[in-house]
């Protein structure tokens, strides 16, 4: 079946409320998927935003579930709370997260091709405004569509090559995902493309020695005694889908896990090594190139069967096929 892929399209239903004096509206659905500001909008000068990504899934018997949504919201309001804007209280966060799927029912893809309906959650400062000063009105959004595989190739393992840009600071907003670390990405990506890679990786921003994201994923490698590793720094993104490989490579696959730096000179450590986040699920990395070297993981062109077998429970738990743990799974629609 062909690949519906990852690329915007029109739903008819998206979900908007707004923050003035202090609290938020009631929120409601609209039709209209453009969206009416201030040309002096904080959020278009000062990057005064933030935004989320998550999936409904459609279930072999024909229910829709959300994965772990509670962590989004969780997410969401520490990225509010890092560029100065309310928070989005979790009931409110569901809400509009149930009522755009709800709306738009017709639209999540049917089981069985991996396929899903993404939503996009955001908070944008708004208003006139022209000193560099926090909005005082905020819009909450949530858009959502129907996708498929993020990257053209689906689960085969691709190449990446480090950069020498950063994409986030020490103390900087890396733990947050606010659109100005993206905005910053677009050309040490192009870079990579123009190389022949799929994305860049970036490396932490003090030493440059120790692997942080892979583009807009986080990285994993699985060591030549089947430990899970992953990187953590506070310029790293906290991906919900790295916790969860992480909880189910050693509650469910038994593995070791550990958190720790990542040396990119140190690669032949891992027998496997994959990016991780919402939209791909998990990509397996073939080769990394940094400067003048190439590494070619073991599992080379083929997925390794660790890889395999968290993609195959992560994306089991989230479609209903395999048991989740506790709490992991929110359901939309019986
Ligand atoms: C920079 C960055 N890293 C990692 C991730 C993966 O996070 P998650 O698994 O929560 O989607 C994302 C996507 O949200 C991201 O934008």
């Known amino acids: 079946m062909a690949n519906i892929g990852f690329k915007y399209q029109h739903t008819p239903f998206r979900y908007i409320s707004r923050w003035k004096d202090g609290k938020w509206d009631d929120g409601a659905l609209t039709e209209d998927n453009v969206l009416h500001i201030n040309e002096s909008s904080p959020a278009?000068?000062?990057?005064?935003?933030?935004?989320?990504?998550?999936?409904?899934?459609?279930?072999?018997?024909?229910?829709?579930?959300?994965?772990?949504?509670?962590?989004?919201?969780?997410?969401?309001?520490?990225?509010?709370?890092?560029?100065?804007?309310?928070?989005?209280?979790?009931?409110?966060?569901?809400?509009?997260?149930?009522?755009?799927?709800?709306?738009?029912?017709?639209?999540?893809?049917?089981?069985?091709?991996?396929?899903?309906?993404?939503?996009?959650?955001?908070?944008?400062?708004?208003?006139?405004?022209?000193?560099?000063?926090?909005?005082?009105?905020?819009?909450f959004v949530v858009f959502g569509l129907p996708v498929g595989s993020y990257f053209a190739e689906g689960l085969k393992p691709v190449d990446f090559c480090t950069t020498e840009y950063d994409r986030a600071a020490p103390m900087g907003t890396g733990?947050?995902?606010?659109?100005?670390n993206y905005a910053a990405s677009f050309y040490p990506k192009k870079m990579a493309k123009e190389s022949g890679f799929v994305e860049c990786i970036y490396l932490d921003p003090m030493t440059h020695t120790k692997?942080?994201?892979?583009?807009?994923?986080?990285?994993?490698?699985?060591?030549?005694?089947?430990?899970?590793?992953?990187?953590?720094?506070?310029?790293?993104?906290?991906?919900?889908?790295?916790?969860?490989?992480?909880?189910?490579?050693?509650?469910?696959?038994?593995?070791?896990?550990e958190e720790r730096d990542c040396l990119i000179d140190n690669l032949p450590e891992f027998k496997e090594a994959g990016a991780c986040g919402t939209a791909a699920v998990i990509t397996p990395i073939r080769n990394i190139a940094h400067k003048d070297w190439v590494h070619t993981f073991d599992s080379g062109d083929v997925v390794g069967p660790v890889t395999q077998k968290l993609f195959d429970t992560l994306v089991g738990i989230q479609f209903g096929d395999v048991e989740a743990p506790e709490g992991w799974i929110h359901i939309i629609k019986e």
Request: hydrophobic residues 40%.
């Open 44 to 139: 278009l000068h000062y990057a005064q935003q933030c935004f989320e990504g998550l999936k409904a899934y459609r279930t072999k018997d024909d229910k829709i579930q959300l994965f772990r949504p509670d962590e989004n919201s969780k997410r969401l309001n520490r990225s509010c709370e890092r560029v100065l804007m309310p928070h989005v209280p979790y009931e409110k966060f569901i809400d509009a997260c149930e009522q755009v799927v709800l709306a738009n029912e017709e639209l999540v893809p049917a089981y069985g091709n991996n396929d899903t309906f993404y939503l996009r959650p955001f908070v944008i400062g708004v208003g006139e405004n022209i000193g560099v000063q926090s909005a005082k009105e905020f819009l």
């Open 175 to 180: 733990m947050a995902k606010v659109g100005g």
């Open 211 to 257: 692997i942080e994201e892979v583009g807009a994923a986080n990285f994993f490698g699985i060591t030549q005694d089947d430990k899970f590793i992953t990187p953590f720094s506070y310029s790293i993104l906290p991906s919900i889908t790295k916790y969860s490989l992480l909880y189910l490579a050693e509650h469910y696959l038994g593995l070791e896990v």
